[in-house]
C-alpha cells in the first residue's frame, strides 16, 4: 500500500470531530497502514492535545495544522463587509510554529470574528515563521482566481504566498474529489508549478471517515441547515468523496503524477513537533522582599497554625474533645510543609489562600472545604478549608502523594451571586492575558441524535418519538447501549428497514459536538499571556476563554482552579442576615455544632 500523508481533516461540516473523538480518526488512519496524519479544523486547534495523545498511542506521527479563514480585505479588526474570506491552509512544522498557530488561532478569534474567525495576511506574514502553507481548496484565493479565469492573478496570489511563508515553504495545492471545478484547474497548476518553481502536493479534502459514511454526512448537513434530503434547494456537497483515503486510492487519482503525492510524505519529515506540557505551571506569586516563595509560604503556615491553636484547638481541648494531641499536630504539620516545599506546590497553596482571604475580608461567603483537599493540616492552618484533618482523622496522602506526582486539586465554593468578584479580583492580580474560563463542549446524546436525523430524514415525528423513548435517560447511555438494554428497541432495529436507517445514521452522529460552552467552575492562571500557550476564544457571550476544553489544559499542566458558584452558600448567608435582621442575633455558622 502506497503511503500518504493526510493534510485536510475538517470538523466543519463534518464527522471529523476534533475537537471531541478524535480516537475514531487516528484508528482509520491505522487501518489504512500510514504512518503520519495532519489534522487542519477549519479556524481552529481545538483538538490539538487529544489528537496528539491518540496518534502517540497508535505510533502515528501528527502534524496540527489548521485550515484559516484569510480575509480579503488589509485589517480582520475592521468591520467585514459579506464573507470576505479564503481558505488556507497552513502546518506548524516546529515549535515556532505551534506558538504561531495559537497567535493566528486566538487572534482570529478574539478580534477577527465575523461569521468566521478569520485573520488578515498581513497578521500571517508577521507570524508565519515555523508554519508551512498550501494554497487550500478550491475556497482558496488561488484557485477561485483559477476557477474565475484569472491565471495571471492567481499566480500573482502564489507569489504572494510564496513571500509570506518563504521559499521552500509554500506549496500549490491539487485537488480530485470527482468536482468538475477541480478538473477544470488541475492544467492549470501543473502549470504553474513549471513556471514559478512552487511545489504542489495532491490532498483530499476529508469530512468523514470512510466511502459510506457520505450518507450520514449528508444527513448531518441537513440537522446543522435546518433542511430536509429531500430539499431541492439544500446545501449538499456534490461528491462522496470527501473521506479519508488511502494511498492506493490516492494514486489512482493522479497515476501519473507521483511526485504530487509523495510531496505530502516530504511535509510530514520536516514537521517534527512535539507537543509537552508547561515547564512552570505557577504565575509568580509576589512575596515580601525579605521572603522567598518557600519562606513565605511557611511564614503563612505557621502564622495560621497557631491562630487555630489558641482558639478551635485549645477549645477543643479545654472540652476535653481534642482526639489528638498537639505535638502530633506539630509533627502533622511539619510533615505536610516539608511534602509541598519537595513537590514544588508553595506557591500553588499561596495562590489559593490569597484568593480565599480576599473573599473572607470582602464578606463574600466561602464554603468549609470539599473533596481530598480536607485532608491538608496545611490547608486548615491557611484557612483555605474550615474542617480540623486531625479531629476528623482526614489522610493528607489523599491529597498530596509524592509517589503518584500530579497537580493539587483544591475545589472552593462561593456564593453563586458573588462568585464572579473573587474571579475579577485574580483577573486583576495576575493580568486579564493570563486568566480565562475554560471551553465546554456540548455534544449530541443519543436522544438528541435519533430525533435530528429524523427530522433531517423526514420520517413521521410519531415514529421518531416512538424510538427515542426508548432509549433510556440515563447518564452516559449510548445508542448501541440501548440496542443491547433494550429488547423492544432490538426487535424494531432488526425487522423495521426504514428504523435500523434512522438509528444506524443516528449511531454516526452521536457524540459530535454541536457547539460551545463555558465551564461552570474552572478557571486558569497561567505564568504568562495565555496566547503563548495554548489557543484562546471568545464565546458567544463575549467571554473569553481558553480553546482547549479542561481535560486538554490539565494535560498541558496548566494551572487549573475550581471556583464554583454554590447556591446553598447564598441560601445561608440570606438566612443569617435575615436572623440578624428579625431576631437582633449575630450566629457564626462556622461553629454550629454538627450533631
Known amino acids: 500500500m502506497a503511503e500518504f500523508t493526510h493534510l485536510h481533516l475538517h470538523t466543519e461540516y463534518s464527522l471529523l470531530d476534533g475537537a471531541c473523538d478524535v480516537k475514531k480518526l487516528v484508528d482509520r488512519v491505522a487501518a489504512l497502514g500510514q504512518k503520519s496524519v495532519a489534522m487542519t479544523d477549519h479556524g481552529n486547534i481545538y483538538g490539538a492535545v487529544h489528537f496528539f495523545n491518540a496518534a502517540k498511542e497508535k505510533g502515528i506521527k501528527p502534524i496540527l495544522g489548521c485550515e484559516l479563514y484569510v480575509c480579503k480585505n488589509e485589517d480582520h479588526r475592521a468591520p467585514a463587509q459579506g464573507d470576505d474570506y479564503n481558505h488556507l ?55 477561485e482566481e483559477l476557477t474565475a479565469g484569472h491565471y495571471d492573478k492567481a499566480k500573482a496570489v502564489a507569489l504572494e504566498y510564496q513571500d509570506i511563508f518563504g521559499r521552500g515553504n509554500f506549496y500549490l495545492e491539487i485537488q480530485d474529489q470527482g468536482l468538475e471545478a477541480e478538473r477544470k484547474i488541475q492544467n492549470d497548476l501543473f502549470r504553474m508549478e513549471k513556471e514559478l518553481g512552487i511545489p504542489l502536493i495532491a490532498t483530499n479534502d476529508s469530512h468523514y471517515l470512510c466511502g459510506e459514511d457520505s450518507h450520514a454526512h449528508d444527513v448531518m448537513l441537513c440537522v446543522q441547515t435546518g433542511s430536509k434530503v429531500h430539499d431541492a434547494k439544500r446545501f449538499k456537497f456534490d461528491s462522496d468523496q470527501f473521506f479519508v483515503k488511502s494511498g492506493d486510492e490516492m494514486e489512482r487519482l493522479f ?94 497553596f499561596l495562590i489559593v489562600w490569597d484568593f480565599i482571604k480576599y473573599a473572607r475580608d470582602h464578606g463574600i461567603p466561602v464554603g468549609p472545604g470539599r473533596g481530598s483537599g480536607a485532608g491538608s493540616l496545611v490547608a486548615y492552618s491557611m484557612e483555605i478549608t474550615n474542617i480540623d484533618p486531625m479531629q476528623n482523622v482526614l489522610l ?11 497537580m493539587p486539586d483544591i475545589d472552593v465554593d462561593f456564593c453563586m451571586n458573588r462568585r464572579g468578584e473573587v474571579i475579577e479580583y485574580v483577573t486583576r492580580k495576575y493580568g486579564r492575558e493570563q486568566v480565562a474560563q475554560i471551553i465546554t463542549f456540548n455534544t449530541m446524546a443519543a436522544k438528541a441524535a435519533i430525533k435530528d436525523c429524523g427530522r433531517a430524514l423526514d420520517m413521521p415525528y410519531g415514529d421518531v418519538d416512538r424510538i427515542a ?82 481535560k486538554a489544559v490539565e494535560k498541558m499542566g496548566l494551572l487549573k482552579m475550581d471556583f464554583l458558584g454554590l447556591t446553598t452558600l447564598t441560601v445561608i448567608e440570606d438566612c443569617l442576615k435575615l436572623i440578624q435582621r428579625n431576631r437582633g442575633e449575630k450566629v457564626d455558622i462556622e461553629n454550629i455544632p454538627l450533631d
Open 469 to 550: 423513548k426508548l432509549i433510556p435517560a440515563t447518564v452516559g447511555m449510548t445508542i448501541d447501549k440501548a440496542l443491547e438494554d433494550v429488547p423492544d428497541l432490538r426487535k424494531i432495529y432488526d425487522s423495521e428497514t426504514q428504523i435500523r436507517e434512522l438509528i444506524d445514521t443516528a449511531k454516526k452522529l452521536e457524540g459530535l459536538v454541536r457547539g460551545s460552552g463555558v465551564h461552570a467552575s474552572a478557571v486558569v492562571i497561567a505564568p504568562r499571556p495565555l496566547t503563548e500557550l495554548v489557543p484562546v476564544a471568545r464565546t458567544k457571550n463575549d467571554e473569553i476563554v481558553t480553546a482547549y476544553d479542561m
Open 255 to 348: 497515476p501519473d503524477s507521483p511526485a504530487v503525492l509523495a510531496r505530502t510524505m516530504e511535509i510530514a519529515e520536516r514537521c517534527n513537533f512535539k507537543m509537552h506540557p508547561v515547564e512552570n505551571p505557577f504565575p509568580e506569586f509576589a512575596v515580601p522582599p525579605e521572603h522567598t516563595i518557600d519562606t513565605y509560604f511557611e511564614q503563612v503556615c505557621r502564622e495560621g497554625f497557631k491562630k487555630r491553636l489558641d482558639t478551635a484547638i485549645r477549645n477543643l481541648e479545654a472540652r476535653g474533645q481534642l482526639r489528638t494531641p498537639v505535638h502530633e499536630y506539630e509533627a502533622r504539620l511539619n510533615y505536610e510543609i516539608g511534602i509541598i516545599r519537595q513537590m514544588k506546590y508553595p506557591g500553588y
Open 89 to 143: 491552509l497552513v502546518l506548524a512544522e516546529n515549535e515556532e510554529g505551534y506558538r504561531n498557530l495559537i497567535r493566528i488561532t486566538s487572534e482570529a478569534s478574539l478580534h477577527g470574528f465575523y461569521r468566521k474567525p478569520r485573520i488578515s495576511k498581513r497578521y500571517l506574514a508577521e507570524h508565519s515563521q515555523g508554519l508551512i502553507g498550501s494554497s487550500g481548496c478550491l475556497s482558496g484565493e488561488l484557485c
Open 396 to 406: 493528607f496522602e489523599r491529597f498530596l502523594n509524592p509517589e503518584r506526582v500530579s
